[in-house]
Structure formats: C-alpha cells, structure tokens
C-alpha cells in the first residue's frame, strides 16, 4: 500500500477552555477534502500529540476517520512501549498507515536500545507502518541500517516519515530495497523532493494554502516539471516567511489557517504560546495580502 500525493500533517484546534474543538476541527477536515487533500496524519508534531492525554489522542483519530475519507496515517509514538501498543490496538480500525516516532526521552541510548524499542512495538502491527526520523526533536537519529534490519524483522514496515533535513541520509533511506517509501517533513523540498525520486512530502506550514502542495505534485507527475518549480516558488513566499517569525509552526499554521476559515481558533496548550497581538495581525495581513491572492496566480500557472 503506498500513499498516492502529499500528506498533510493536521493542527488539533482547541477551544478557550483548551479542550478539543471538534467543531472547527469538522470544518477544517472539510476545508481540506474541498481543496483535494487525500492523505492527512493525525496526532502528529503538528497536531501537539505531546500535549494530548490519551484518551484524547483516541478520540481524536475516531473523530477524523469518521469525517475523513481519505488515507488515514496515526502517530502512535510515546517512549512507552505499552503505550504505544495501546494506540496501535485502538487505532487499527480507524486508520490505514502507524507512525511513530524512536523514544524521546532517555539521552544517549545506543542503536540496539532504539532497534528493540522498535520491534516490540512493531512486530505484530495490523496495519502498515511509517518510521518517523526527527532528531531535531528526539536527539535520536534513526539510522539505514537499522532500518534494514527492521525492515527485515517487521514485514509491515514500509517507509519513514523523514524531517531530518539532510537529503543524503533520506536518499539512504529510499535505498532500502522492496519499494521503501520515503516522505520529507518539509514544506520548502516540495518540489526538490518528488525531483529527487523520494514518494513525496509531509506538509504543516501548508496546512493554511493545501492548494499548493497539492499543485506541486499534480503538475510534477504529469510530467509538467517547469510548473511544478513556479509553484513551488510562489509557494516559498509563505515558507520564508513564516520562517523568519519568532513563533513555532504550529502558531503561525494556527493564525494562518484563521485567515481562510472564519472563527477557526488559534489556541494553543502550553507550553507553547499563542502569538501576540502584534504577530497575529502580522500574520493574517500577510495572508490577505500575499498569500490568498497568489491562488489566483496559482489557478493560471496550473
């Protein structure tokens, strides 16, 4: 089973009383099966999955399966194996692909540690499953070896979510044999990534303007490669500038998403933070003014 187009990583919306808006949350599952996104990752970095109790991770993953039609991939990651194991068994039935990350926690583990981490949780798993390399996050980097070997071991372990940024150690990853997917955590390598043979890309960023993403991979596999590159740079105007904020990517997605969904809540648990007044307005000015009209541009460029 392989996931046909980009992946969307979704924000989980919450309401001033920091609970889950399942409300907005249902708009904006249709706002992006209205823009054409197929593919969507729950309880992913994006969605504050380590700000979420349990049971909320649950719920959520019901929530978005009975609303969503297209492929479902959950994040299952803790640095429990039990768990980890305990999303796997709930969420079987409400998605097609697992994810998960190396344990987050313990510093300076060694490679055999991660290796049977991995394969408790995953020797038994139902349905296909999507290592998740972030060391930026995790201070682990997942290695090729240890892929192969997983790979080895765990017959439905089918790809890596990969974020590291270093297109080297992705390209060793797409080397693995038997067809192993390769999706890049980057809304920037877009169009870099499907150029360089990977599977395609993870977005958070565009969660606000889906029609880029989108645009990048229909025109690039009709083999319209110049168009896919223009997209791509219009699409950049947004990725430097939210780049160049003093806000995490989940807060300016937040405020972002707010300017294309009317009352879409922009809250946020700690101990991340809101934007300030200052920057919320920054943000949706941008968007009215540089942003949405460029989808106008996008429509001729296609």
Known sequence: MKIEGPIFAILTPFDKN???????????????????????????????????????????????????????????????TRECKRLMS????????????????????????????????????PNPVLLYNFPRHTKVDIKPEMLRQLRGKCTNLV?????????????????IHGGFQVYIGSDSLAYDALRGGFDGTVAGGGNAIPEFPLAIYNSFIKGEIDSARRIQDIFDVWNSFRKNLQ??????????????????????????????PNEISNIRNFMQEKVIPSIDILSQTE
């Open 18 to 80: 920091s609970d889950i808006d399942y409300g907005a949350l249902q708009v904006y599952l249709s706002f992006l099966k209205d823009k054409g996104v197929k593919n969507i990752i729950t309880n992913g970095t994006t969605g504050e999955f380590s700000s979420l109790a349990l049971e909320e991770r649950m719920a959520l993953t019901e929530f978005c399966r009975s609303n969503f039609d297209g492929t479902v991939v959950n994040n299952i990651s803790s640095c429990s």
């Open 90 to 125: 709930h969420s079987r039935e409400y998605c097609d692909f697992f994810l998960i990350l190396p344990p987050f926690y313990y510093a300076n583990v060694d490679d055999k540690g991660i290796y049977d981490f991995f394969t408790e949780v995953l020797i038994d798993s």
């Open 159 to 175: 790809g890596i979510k990969d974020s590291g940024g270093n297109i080297d150690i992705s390209r060793s990853f797409k080397n």
């Open 247 to 276: 806000l995490t990517e989940i807060t300016t997605t937040k405020i972002a998403l707010s300017a294309r969904i009317k009352s879409f809540p922009i809250n946020i648990r700690p101990p991340l933070k809101t934007g300030k």
